[in-house]
Each structure stands twice: as C-alpha cells, then as structure tokens.
C-alpha cells in the first residue's frame, strides 16, 4: 500500500524534475554575465507558422549580436485570449521590452498598455495595436500598402478588367479583414472594372484552400484571378488551378513564403507572391525593442541605426522597414526562406 | 426498408441536394471539378471508415487529425529522403499503425476511457509536431505527386482505391467473424466475452486498424500535391466522426453500415461547394452546416420519439 | 484503529488527493524555476486567466456525471460574447440589461441542447456537435466575421481587469458559482439524481425520478454559465468577436476528466474540477516562467492527463483488492 504512494510520489517528483531537466538548459542564458542582460519578448501571431520562424531567425541573429536574451513565444491556438495571458506573464516575469504581432488590435492592447504602465517597453511588429498601447510600429507594410500592392498587381494580372475571388485565413482574422478594406478600397476608387465575387475562409490550411478554389472556379466560369492572402493558401489555390488544367487562364497570387511558392511560381501556375524580407523583420523588432529598452531609441527620433543593416527612417512611431516585394520567375530564386 | 431507413433517408438528403443543384447550379456537375472534389475526398473516406468501426465498437478517437498530420509529415519526410514510394507508404501506414496501438493499449490495456485517451493523444501529437517542425512545409520531390501517373489516372486511382477499400470493409464486416466481433463487442461487451470473443482484444485492434488507415490515407493526401502541410487532417476528426453519425452509425455502438457513412460523407462533402455554387456568402457556411448535422439526427429522433409511443 | 488506518489511506489514494500533490509539486518545482512565479501578481494573474474555462469547466462537471458531453460551450460563449456588445452597442442598452439580456441567451441556447436531447432522446455528443458548429456559425453571420465591440466603458472592464478588496475582481463571481455548483452537486437531491441517472437512466427513470427535467437543467446551466463567462471573457480582453472562446470545451472538458470525474458518468466531484483546471492553468503559467514552449504546455497536459487517469485506476484496482481482502475476513465495507 504504502510502496504504492511512494511510488506515486516518485513518479510525481520524477515526471516534474524531468520536464525540468529539459529547461534548465534554456534558462541558463539568463544568468547574467558581468553587466545587465537585456531580455526581448518576442511573441508571432501563432507558433508553427512558417512566416514568424523565418522571423525569429532574423530575431535570434539580432539577439546574438547585440548580447540579448531572446524569449520567443505565442499561442498555439487561434484564440485572441492567449496572446493578452502570455504578455500578462511577461509582464510579472519581468521583461525589458516586448515586440509583439498582433492578432486582435483591440483585445491585445488591453494587455500591452498595462505593460507599458509597469515602464516595460513594448513594440509591434507585423501588425500594430492602439497607437497608445505601444512606443513603436516597426512597419514592414502598412495594410493599405500590402490592400494597394494586391489589388494593382491582380488588376495588371487581369489587365484591369474580370472577377477575382479572395482566400482568406478565417473570417475573423483581425489584420486580413483589414486588408480586404483596402483591396476593396483601392477597387473602388481605381478598378470599377474588376469584380469581387466570392470570399472563402481556408482556416489557414493548404489543402482546404485548394477544395475552396477548386469550387470557385467551377462555380464562376468567368473567373480570371484568385488572391491567397494567408500564407498556405497561394500553394493550395495554384494547386487547384493546376489541377483544373486553368494554368494561365486564371491567374493566381498572394501573400506567402518564396520557398513554399518555388516550384508554382516557376511552372507558371503563380504569377506574384507579395512579401518582405521576413528575417530583416524579426531582426528589426529585436534590435528596436533592445534600443528603446536601452534609451538608444527615443520617441520622436527619425532615424535608427541597425547595426549591420545601415539606417532605418522613423516615420511619425513606425519604423519602417520597406516596402512589399513582388516575388515573380525573374527573381524568386534569388530567395531562400 | 424499415432495416435501412436511416441511410435511406440520408441518401435521399443528398439526392435532393444534388437535384436542387442541378437545377439551380447546373455548372457543379462539370466532370473535371467533381472529380477533384471526389478526389480530396477520397482520404477523408478511408479514413471515416475506420471511425465508423471505432464507433461501433462503442469507442471513439478524436486523434485522428493528428496522426494524420504526424503521418504526413513523417511519409513526407522519407520521400524527400529519397525513399522508393511502396516503402514510404508502408511507414506512414506503419507509423498510424503504431499511434493507433498507442491508444488501443491505453484504452482496452488500461482501459482507459477512450474520448479522454484519444484527446490525450490528440493534444500530445500535434503540439509534438508543432515543436519539432514549427510549421514548415515539406517539399517533395519530383515524380511523386498522382504516384506518377497522370493526373486523371491518379485521381482515378485514389477514389477507386477508397471505394475498393470501403467494399472490402463493408463485405467484412458483415462476413467475417473478425468483423461480426466488432458488432458484438459494441453491442454488449460482456455478452460478446461470454460468448468467447475477447473484447479487449478487439478493441485494441480497432485501433490499431484505425491508425493503419489514418497512415494510408495522408499518403493518398500526400501524393495529390507536391508539398506537405503539416496542418493538414486538423479538424479531420470532427469531419468524420460526423460523416459517421449522420450516416447512421450509433454512439452508443453496434449499430452502422459503411453505405450509410459513405453517404454521410457525401453529403457533408457537398454543403461546402454547394453553398460556393449557390453563390451565398461563407459567413453561413458554419451554422448551415452546423443545422444540417442537427436536422438529420433530429430526423431520426422524431422518427424513433413516434415508435415510443 | 484499524478502520481508521484505512480511512486515511482511503484518503490518500483518492484522486482528488493525488491531484492536490501534483499541483503542489508543479507549484513547488515553477517557484523554484521562475523567481517571480509565486508572487501574488502572478497568483492572481492565474485565476483571472483560467475564469472563463473554469467557469465552463464547472457546469461541465454535472452535464459529464450524467453521461453527457456538452462541446458547443466555447461557441456558445464566442457567439454570447458579440450579442453582449451587440445588445449594448447597437441597441444601447445599458450594461447590466445587456448582461441580463445575454444570459438570457445563453439559457435559451442551453434549452435548444436540452430540448434535443431530452425530448428526442438523441446523443448529446451529437446534438452538442451540431450546436458547436451552428453557435459558431451564428456568431459569424452575425458580424460577418469582421465586427468587433470594444470601447466599453471602464466601470465595466474594471470586472475583468482590476482589483477589488485586494483580489481579482472577477474571483468573488467564479467562487459563488463554484460554492453553488459544489452544493448543488454534493448537497441536493439533484447532486445526486445527476449521478444516479450517469449510473443508470433507465433505475433512475423507474424510481420515480423525472430524468429529462433533471438533464434539461443542468443543459440550459452550462448555457447560463457560458453566458456569463462570455461577459467575463469580454471585460478582461476589452473586445468581443466571433472567434472568442475557439476550443475552449476542450480545455474544459479536460479538466474536468483531470479532475476525476468519469466520462461515463456517475463518479466525480466538483472539488476535483477546481483542482483539474489548478493543474492546467499553474502548468500553462509555469511553463512561461521556466521559459519552455507552448507547444510543451499542450503535451504536457496530454500526458498529465493519461497518468492522473492511470494513477486513478490503479488506486481503484487496489482499493478495491483492499476491499476484498477485507470482505473475506470481516463485513463489507459500503463505499
């Protein structure tokens, strides 16, 4: 009886020390050597998303050369909830700065001004929150840039006149909803001639988008252009035009990684993928959260030097970072991300 | 007909569905585009029918998404290796095989309730995945999409290769002994014991049989692109579980035909397109789906409400 | 002395106990990683994050000791959640009938579960799949997915956000419906008829109980409750949207199963909830302060879950060998 509990006890005492022994080689980093380690948190809009691991490269080379501690988190689940509870424990844990990517403007802004009451200095990257809820917006493209790039690319794809349809991550998703304004925006005002006839939500899957336009292009005979502004959903809906045996008859583009795009782009399947340099980014946030923790960056500042990158300008509190690259067969191999 | 009334009226659904379509959206029956749809679905059969024997044995898995993930990332893994495609499909089936051992030991070794087993099981896979490829995609080589054939005849392929399986399937289960016990385990486990069969033993096996076709069915999902999401089969489970229920297999097990899941499935297939052909807007698309699986149960409880009284 | 010897070995082996020293032992093992972990900021910062799932976790446990499921909770919430900031918004109602206007709601809701499942006697897996799926759904069509509420007035945020007497102010809700739950189950003749029917619903039908108005009940609750969590969830994040609350039946559910209650039905307590949902949320907070991943929170929780459940069985087997040795020799022993 009594062997049972103990046994109990020590498989306890065991299960716990184990999952231990695996993180005491990660926060041994934490130990300061000599000086004040300054510790970033860097948080994605979701974990296991191919777009923000190629921004914690930049961010981990970022944080290597400038000495910091890098903690890299974010939810696993879709839920707006998670990202306000991580920043909320950053917050008690005791960060220097926080970089985040917003996924709820409002919801996550909650969060981040009651860090910037507890003098922790908070940034966005990727997208932003409330103004008041941050010191900088490190900009890689503002959603009526990334609305305005789309749009004109698709109306110069179909030669400003025909149908498109939109694949969108989910129905809810706060930065792709803003997007669809200015796609639509930007319609109105210079395309009357284009058409949006249909949104479907791929719920961030590959293979869903792909059945999603396979419909779409047997629904609209009269379809000339699809635009996948989730990452997995450019593969899916070229698949789908693939299959179809469309290829060149509809165009596809959309926003998404190079190296997932490669071989669509190539065969002529996918016409552009929109994007910016995504480890430029990640490195850009690091270094920026570091400055600003370290008084280097001040607000109003015009300019920020980044260590090997050269020169940053300010504008207003966004640090920007370029515009949207217009990935195409000419240069896509030059890319490797 | 009072036998197969369920199905029967699930296949009417459908019917009426598509008759609905065909007038009003001729454009959905162009070959091509069927076939497509037929063809991505043809995964989610194999895999449906295997949940349908979970549920008659009166267990259920909700891990299915995942092992499908894990699968599909681990077949496509071995084929960028080089691996010749007869070896790649045999790990991914090998690799389900062994996830689906994990859960039938838990389940009829410890046994463990099944729901919480398998959404153990579900959880640990996929963050597992998620920790170790952060969601990169898997590129494959060359030569491997359609099992390098065409792409009609790999399409062709795929869906015969399902249907062959799901007939397989339905002639076992209703003439072999193995799959009379599946029956009789989910009818009453303790009456099957005394009759000489070992439930625990078959239960184990479900599952076991369960990740086999989990395993087959992400490589027929894999060779249909040349790249590997290793999100795809997430919410697979919720897909099929209700394929399998509005195909008349009972939660409470030993009862269910594998018609009636294909139907089910069928119809579940068709909401989406449909809704895309009828040009209605996807801020519906949930809850009409949603109202779909509530009508045909609520069908089939006022059908057995009148036989009470 | 004797019998008392086994009482409190009966005690320590209970699941509820084993659970109590795994949450210990997690507690003990984050404070000794993370130096801030057992600060009262982070303390509190722990209950004001695991409200919502707590909460749901709690109506959950009756509906699982009955042998149902309810899984269309976290819709339910996501779709509790915009009618709230609709009602106060675009029909500008004040707070509180806002508040009432959507627990409301939320019993209506619960009643539609209830009804399918007690009239037509259908599943509540199923039943509870398809509401999942339309709560959802309904939630999306309403705000096309887009519409978020936000700019709520700070008398209302300050329920999810601040202090009040020095503790969280959404606490004081979360232990009054946790106490009435407790009583309700463990106290009542309902608390028990809900086990009753878990173990048998036809015995239960035939001693004379009305099982349906029983398993109506504790349906149109969890809807109460999702509602009422849905108006927490708001005020703590400060919005309202279609995808609040996605997946949280799981975590729920999860808990609960941690928690000791059978998913068959007619075992289980509310004390072994709250303690399910304390392993959960110190492990998800932990993990932050020890630095480790998300994705090691979420397979730690599956693994957790399959030890605490094996852990349980194998005290059962042995208290049951105990029991029978016992038999053999003295009277039997009537747990």
Not at chain 2, 141 to 147: A, C, F, I, N, R
Not at chain 2, 152 to 157: F, H, K, L, P
Not at chain 2, 229 to 242: F, M, Q, R
Request: with cysteine; proline share 4%; net charge positive.
């Amino acid at each position: 009886m009594k062997k049972i509990i103990s046994l109990l006890l020590v498989a306890g005492i065991a299960f716990v020390s184990g999952c231990g022994k695996s993180d005491s080689s990660n926060s041994g980093s934490t130990t300061p050597d000599g000086g004040k380690k300054i510790t970033v948190a860097l948080m994605p809009k979701s974990k296991g998303n191919a777009y923000f691991i190629s921004c914690k490269k930049g961010a981990d080379k970022a944080a290597k050369e400038l000495g910091v501690d890098l903690v890299f988190d974010g939810p696993t689940d879709p839920d707006p909830a998670k990202q306000n509870e991580i920043v909320e424990n950053w917050i008690t844990l005791g960060v220097d700065a926080i970089a985040v990517a917003c996924e709820n403007r409002e919801g996550i802004s909650t969060a981040l001004r009651k860090a910037k009451a507890k003098g922790i200095k908070v940034i966005t990257y990727d997208a932003d929150a409330l103004p008041d809820a941050r010191e900088f917006f490190v900009n890689q493209a503002t959603p009526e840039g990334i609305g305005f790039t789309l749009m004109d690319e698709a109306a110069r794809l179909c030669g400003n006149e025909g149908e498109f349809a939109i694949i969108t991550a989910s129905l809810t998703a706060g930065n792709m909803i803003e997007w669809q304004k200015h796609i639509e925006a930007r319609r109105a005002d210079k395309y009357p001639n284009m058409k949006m006839i249909a949104l479907r939500p791929c719920d961030d899957l590959k293979d869903k988008a792909q059945s999603e336009t396979t419909a779409l292009l047997s629904a609209n005979a009269n379809l000339k252009c699809i635009m996948a502004i989730c990452s997995p959903g450019v593969p899916g809906a070229a698949e789908a035009v693939k299959q179809a045996g469309k290829t060149g008859k509809v165009k596809v583009l959309g926003l998404g990684l190079p190296n997932e795009n490669r071989r669509y782009v190539h065969d002529g399947v996918t016409d552009s993928v929109i994007l910016w340099n995504t480890e430029d980014l990640g490195y850009l946030a690091v270094f920026a959260a570091d400055s600003l923790a370290k008084g280097t960056l001040k607000t109003g500042d015009k300019t920020i030097k980044v260590g090997s990158m050269g020169e940053y300008q300010i504008e207003g509190d966004s640090i920007l970072l370029g515009k949207p690259f217009i990935f195409n067969k000419a240069n896509i191999d030059q890319f490797d991300f | 007909m009072k036998r197969h009334f369920r199905e029967l009226s699930v296949a009417a659904a459908l019917l009426v569905v598509l008759l609905g379509l065909a007038i009003v959206a001729p454009a959905f029956f162009q070959p091509q585009p069927l076939l497509s749809l037929l063809t991505r679905e043809a995964p989610t059969l194999v895999v449906a029918c295997g949940m349908a024997l979970v549920i008659i044995s009166r267990q259920i898995d909700i891990s299915v998404g995942s092992q499908f993930a894990v699968c599909s990332v681990c077949g496509g893994l071995l084929a960028a290796k080089g691996w010749p495609l007869p070896l790649v499909f045999l790990s991914s089936v090998l690799f389900g095989a062994i996830m689906g051992a994990v859960n039938g030991w838990l389940v009829a070794g410890l046994r463990l309730p099944s729901i919480v087993v398998t959404l153990a099981t579900m959880v640990t896979w996929r963050e597992a995945l998620r920790w170790q490829r952060q969601g990169e995609f898997v590129n494959l080589p060359d030569g491997l999409q359609w099992v390098g054939l065409s792409q009609i005849a790999g399409q062709w392929t795929l869906i015969l290769a399902a249907l062959a399986l799901l007939v397989l399937l339905a002639l076992a289960t209703k003439h072999l002994s193995a799959g009379r016990f599946v029956y009789a385990v989910g009818t009453d486990a303790e009456a099957a014991r005394l009759a000489g069969i070992r439930p625990q033993l078959t239960i184990f096996f479900v599952f076991v049989f369960m990740g086999a076709l989990v395993g087959l069915a992400a490589m027929m999902n894999v060779v249909q692109s040349p790249q590997v999401d290793p999100k795809s089969g997430s919410g697979l489970e919720l897909k099929v579980i209700a394929a399998a229920v509005v195909g008349g297999v009972a939660v409470s097990g030993g009862r269910g035909k594998l018609w009636g899941v294909f139907v089910g499935l069928l119809l579940l297939a068709c909401i989406s397109p449909a809704l895309t052909h009828l040009h209605i807007e996807a801020y519906w698309e949930k809850a009409i789906q949603g109202a779909i699986i509530l009508l045909a149960v609520v069908a089939d409880g006022l059908r057995t409400r009148k036989q009470r009284n | 002395m004797n019998t008392d010897k086994h009482g409190f070995k009966a005690i320590l082996l209970r699941h509820e106990t084993i659970l109590l020293f795994v949450v210990l032992l997690e507690w003990l093992y984050f404070n000794s990683v993370g130096p801030r972990f057992g600060s009262v900021d982070n303390t509190f910062d722990i209950m004001r994050h695991s409200v919502e799932i707590g909460l749901l976790a709690l109506v959950m446990t009756p509906i699982i000791l009955t042998g149902g499921i309810d899984l269309s909770v976290g819709s339910l919430l996501g779709l509790c959640a915009i009618l709230f900031g609709k009602f106060w918004r675009d029909a500008g109602m004040s707070i509180p009938l806002a508040a009432a206007c959507t627990i409301g709601i939320g019993a209506l809701a619960g009643g539609l579960n209830a009804t399918l499942i007690t009239w037509l006697r259908l599943p509540p897996l199923i039943v509870t799949l398809g509401t999942f799926s339309l709560f959802r759904g309904l939630a999306e069509a309403i705000t096309r997915g887009a519409d978020t509420f936000t700019n709520f007035p700070a008398s209302f945020l300050f329920l999810g956000q601040e202090r009040w007497l020095g503790i969280p102010a959404q606490a004081p809700i979360f232990i009054l419906v946790a106490i009435g739950i407790w009583l309700l189950v463990h106290r009542t003749t309902f608390g028990r008829s809900f086990r009753a029917i878990g173990f048998a619903p036809e015995g239960t039908r035939y001693a004379g109980i009305s099982v349906e108005r029983r398993l109506a009940m504790a349906y149109v609750l969890a809807g109460i409750i999702a509602a009422v969590a849905a108006i927490i969830y708001t005020s703590r994040l400060g919005q309202a949207k279609a995808d609040a609350g996605m997946g949280y039946e799981l975590f729920a559910i999860t808990a609960v199963v941690l928690g000791g209650t059978s998913i068959f039905g007619g075992v289980g307590t509310v004390h072994g909830t709250l303690l399910g949902v304390a392993a959960i949320a110190v492990l998800n907070n932990g993990l932050v302060h020890a630095r480790q991943p998300r994705e090691v929170a979420g397979m730690l929780t599956g693994l957790l879950l399959i030890l605490a459940l094996t852990s349980s069985i194998i005290s059962k087997m042995l208290a049951s060998l105990n029991a029978r040795r016992q038999t053999s020799v003295t009277k039997p022993i009537i747990t």
